[in-house]
């Protein structure tokens, strides 16, 4: 509720003193009224009690005033008085009584004997006369009446015994103002006689009390009703009534008013009215007083109280408790306020509790939220995003749910799902056996979980390999199986391929060196004793200048047709391989005895015969002469090796004029120089180890994260005693084959090690990479052999890194794995060179924890160009990805290759592009790609 603005504030105390004001007001005023009203009651019924007692005292007074007369009458000497002359004046009693206007003697029949008369005597009405005197004659005993003509008189008859025993009657007439005016003195109240208002023969204080009649009449009217009136006139208050005068007194309808001021009773009550006021508003200011002072700390706890309140609502627990600490000290006499107090500090201290509750809750809810968002988002990903088949099936098959990719990989619409059973989605298993066969377990409730590699064929015939794991789920409906499929289609694809790779050349779809090496070696063992056996090695003439000229496109085309070539050359059972760049090796087994074949391959086996063909080029066809080696089993060596490498020895040993044509070893009894040659350069390799004239050339290797050489590889070169730079191509196959490498090997790895010192010791911190060779790297003492190097050079291991053949490595699985772990000890890197050629290797690749993988130049060298290459090393730079390996590409030799594999997610670059090897003063350590 929010207050307008026409409310005003009024404080409680104000109200509270009002309304204690008002009740008190109420209470004295009508009690003071009451009292009032009971005090003019009182004093109006006094006056009239007092009245009555006027009228009472009024009538015996002058009941008493005329016994005085009629005695004073009776005293009179009658005989002495009828004796006195008449002339001689008033009798004594009349002189005695000035009041006595007249008197008369009169016999007891009536007769009038003698009188006397004042001046101003009024005689009374005959009649009058008559009646008293009447009444005197039946009952001897005194008759007075009261009559009035302009003024009141009372006339008396009295019988009287003279001395001499007459009887005689004696009238006396007397003024009755005397009387009126003695009441006057006797009662303080006035009193008037007349028939009315108007005609008012005689009152006390005669002007103030005919004004007042007169008053009075207009006012109540009161002078012929009985009731006696009490009311303010001019004069004051004034009680009065108008009354018939008692007609034993007088003689005529007279009406007596009496009437006296009441002021005085009227004061009084008018001054305790006074009283009671001053003492009621005494009594009010004190009740106010007092109940202001007994409410005043109340009131005010009650006001701050007021004023604390809202505080709860801005939550400011702290101030409202500074602002009730004061009225909450301990008392000993708790009221309803300081509980209230004690009650508003719980809540405060309840809603404070409760709002830090709250403001926890709200917090640990958000976070909830949060995290249920991410968790929700997350689910979404994987159950939407991911290449993950989620499918929920009842168990009789029929599916409930299928997931997006599902759907995608299923070519079902949402709406399909519900219709299809989980046999129409997963592909029944090589043996025929459905998913739900291979469920059984799962279902009869043997097992909680169960795991299958099965198919999901697309509608349109497209097939996803998926590995599965299926669960059993209870929902609160019914039993429900839960599978979740990883689509491992494009891993199967890539293995298939690389599987097929690992034994075949890429781009001729013939054996690699390799295979052809293992499957010639076991044709051998199985045909050598029943079919003639042969080795033929192809080479195509100006190959590297074919490529220089018409591109590497063309190059492979061009390695595409020889193969073709080669192929339908030989009708015989073969096996052909790529065994080198533009090289390539067919094992014909012949068998003599059939003829058709032997007849056909007869056309080539012949010494000199020309091999050509020609390749189509646009608009155009080049020649391409293919040069021929022949080596024959056992004549010309004994195993695949042997016949291979003399065959070698023969193509480099051919004179040009052999070129282009087939070429029997035994026919070039040249081989033997060129055996003479290899003794010759294991001489000249164990006289420039003597002469300590190996030298190091090194090449950057680039890190693409950092953007700066990192790393660099050490690259031997031997110097010929006449100056020249040998590359290890000329030497090292010898070296090897003579058992020299080890040398070599310990050589190089000295001088990497004193080259890391020196770059340490110049603040240069590289990794330097060093070949080295299985043979020297399986050596029992290798490892000890480093340790003293390391020693001895003071280089730091953790800069090491060894680059093994791949092949050579896994040639000795166990070997390699123990070794790794040696060098892994000594924080020695490990980096696997030449990555790829091989591929059988491939999968060993997770079992050895080498810490590179150096992709070979022969993928890396045309990738600008070559789709199949991108692939190969996108698959392989994925798969090392995944291992947790590190990618080095080498032989990159321009930028589009560089930013192709920075793009592809390769870590580092080696090759030409970045810089050729040097000797280590030459290095520009400092180089930075171009970027686009
Ligand atoms: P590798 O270890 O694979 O070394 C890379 C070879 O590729 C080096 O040849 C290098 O000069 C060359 N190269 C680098 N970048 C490019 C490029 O962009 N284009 C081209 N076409 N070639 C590039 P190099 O120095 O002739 O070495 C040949 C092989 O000899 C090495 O291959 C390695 O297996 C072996 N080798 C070299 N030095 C040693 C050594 O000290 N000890 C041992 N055991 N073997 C060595
Ligand atoms: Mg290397
Ligand atoms: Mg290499």
Redo the contacts with the bound molecule.
């Keep these: 509720m929010t207050r307008t603005n026409a409310q005003v504030h009024l404080s409680l105390q104000t109200k509270l003193s009002f309304i204690v004001t008002l009740i008190m007001a109420l209470a004295l005023a009508s009690n003071i009224s009451i009292d009032y009203l009971n005090s003019l009651k009182t004093t109006e019924e006094a006056g009239f009690k007092k009245l009555d007692t006027q009228f009472a005292i009024f009538e015996q007074f002058t009941e008493r005033s005329t016994e005085l007369f009629e005695q004073e009458l009776n005293q009179i000497p009658v005989e002495l008085y009828l004796k006195t002359p008449r002339s001689s004046g008033l009798p004594k009693a009349l002189s005695v009584n000035p009041n006595i206007s007249e008197l008369r003697i009169l016999d007891f029949n009536g007769k009038e004997l003698r009188v006397w008369q004042s001046a101003n005597s009024t005689s009374a009405p005959k009649v009058l006369q008559q009646q008293l005197i009447n009444k005197v004659r039946l009952e001897p005993k005194p008759a007075s009446r009261i009559f009035c003509e302009s003024q009141c008189y009372q006339t008396s008859f009295t019988p009287v015994i003279a001395d001499s025993g007459r009887p005689y009657i004696v009238n006396g007439i007397r003024d009755l103002s005397p009387v009126l005016l003695a009441f006057n003195t006797l009662t303080n109240s006035d009193a008037a006689l007349g028939n009315s208002p108007s005609r008012l023969f005689i009152a006390t204080n005669a002007g103030r009390t005919k004004s007042l009649i007169n008053e009075l009449e207009k006012k109540t009217a009161f002078f012929h009703s009985d009731a006696p009136v009490y009311t303010n006139t001019s004069q004051g208050t004034t009680v009065a009534a108008s009354r018939p005068l008692n007609d034993t007194l007088s003689h005529s309808a007279l009406q007596l008013v009496l009437l006296f001021d009441d002021r005085d009773a009227q004061a009084s009550i008018q001054s305790s009215l006074k009283n009671s006021l001053v003492s009621a508003g005494v009594a009010l200011l004190l009740t106010v007083l007092m109940t202001y002072l007994a409410l005043r700390r109340a009131l005010l706890k009650l006001v701050n109280l007021s004023n604390a309140i809202p505080m709860l609502s801005d939550s400011s627990y702290d101030r409202l408790r500074d602002s009730l600490a004061k009225y909450t000290k301990q008392t000993r006499y708790n009221d309803e306020i300081d509980q209230l107090n004690y009650t508003v500090l719980d809540v405060a201290d309840a809603l404070e509790e409760m709002e830090g509750s709250v403001a926890t809750h709200r917090q640990e809810l958000l976070h909830t939220i949060a995290e249920l968002k991410e968790t929700q988002e997350f689910n979404n990903a994987l159950v939407n995003d991911s290449p993950l088949v989620i499918a929920a099936f009842r168990l009789n098959g029929q599916m409930i749910q299928l997931n997006d990719y599902g759907r995608k990989l299923a070519g079902w619409e949402k709406s399909d799902v519900e219709n299809r059973s989980v046999v129409d989605l997963i592909l029944p298993d090589p043996i025929g056996h459905t998913i739900l066969d291979n469920l059984k377990p799962l279902i009869s409730g043997r097992e909680t979980r169960a795991q299958s590699e099965q198919l999901i064929r697309n509608e349109k015939g497209s097939v996803s390999y998926l590995t599965w794991i299926h669960a059993k789920v209870a929902t609160r409906s019914e039993p429900m199986i839960l599978s979740v499929g990883l689509d491992v289609t494009e891993r199967r694809r890539t293995e298939n391929r690389l599987r097929w790779l690992s034994k075949h050349d890429a781009i001729t779809d013939l054996l690699n060196r390799e295979a052809f090496h293992t499957e010639a070696t076991q044709l051998i063992e199985q045909y050598r004793d029943t079919h003639t056996i042969e080795l033929m090695m192809f080479d195509i003439d100006k190959f590297s200048s074919y490529n220089d000229m018409y591109g590497f496109q063309h190059g492979d085309n061009m390695l595409r047709e020889t193969a073709r070539f080669i192929e339908r050359l030989i009708a015989c059972h073969t096996i052909i391989g790529r065994t080198g760049t533009n090289e390539f090796s067919a094992l014909l087994i012949i068998d003599e005895d059939d003829t058709t074949t032997a007849e056909k391959d007869k056309v080539f086996r012949v010494d000199g015969h020309a091999l050509r063909f020609y390749s189509a080029l646009e608009n155009d066809a080049i020649e391409v002469n293919i040069t021929a080696v022949v080596a024959r089993h056992q004549e010309d060596g004994e195993t695949v090796d042997d016949m291979l490498s003399n065959c070698a020895a023969t193509l480099r040993a051919l004179k040009p004029i052999d070129r282009g044509k087939v070429n029997y070893i035994s026919s070039q009894v040249d081989n033997r120089a060129a055996r003479q040659e290899k003794v010759q350069m294991h001489d000249s390799i164990v006289k420039a180890l003597a002469e300590d004239r190996f030298v190091?050339?090194f090449?950057p290797i680039y890190n693409l994260d950092r953007n700066r050489i990192t790393h660099c590889?050490?690259?031997?070169?031997m110097q010929t005693e006449d100056g020249r730079i040998l590359?290890?191509?000329s030497f090292?196959d010898i070296a090897k084959a003579s058992g020299l490498?080890p040398r070599?090997?310990y050589l190089?790895l000295k001088m990497a090690l004193m080259q890391l010192r020196v770059w340490a010791d110049n603040n240069i911190h590289l990794k330097l990479?060093?070949?080295?060779?299985a043979d020297?790297f399986e050596s029992d003492r290798f490892i000890k052999q480093l340790q003293q190097l390391l020693t001895d050079t003071g280089a730091n291991s953790g800069q090491l890194i060894f680059?093994v053949?791949e092949t050579e490595a896994i040639n000795n699985l166990e070997n390699a794995k123990a070794l790794c772990k040696k060098l892994d000890a000594l924080d020695v890197q490990i980096a696997f060179?030449?990555f790829g050629i091989g591929f059988t290797s491939f999968e060993y690749l997770r079992d050895l924890p080498v810490d590179f993988i150096?992709i070979?130049?022969s993928f890396?060298?045309y990738i600008y160009k070559r789709k199949s290459d991108q692939l190969l090393v996108k698959s392989m730079v994925d798969m090392a990805q995944a291992l947790g390996k590190k990618v080095i590409a080498?032989?990159?030799?321009d930028q589009g290759s560089a930013e192709l594999l920075r793009e592809m997610g390769v870590h580092y670059l080696?090759?030409?592009?970045?810089s050729?090897?040097c000797k280590a003063s030459r290095l520009d350590l400092n180089y930075t790609l171009p970027t686009i």
């Excluded at 590889?713 to 070169?717: G, H």
């Excluded at 990479?769 to 060779?773: A, P, R």
């Design positions: 190091l050339y090449q590889e050490c690259l031997v070169r590359a290890p191509v090292l490498m070599i090997d190089v990479s060093v070949n080295i060779t020297t680059e053949v060179d030449d150096k070979d130049q890396i060298r080498e032989g990159v030799e080696q090759g030409y592009y970045i050729k090897p």
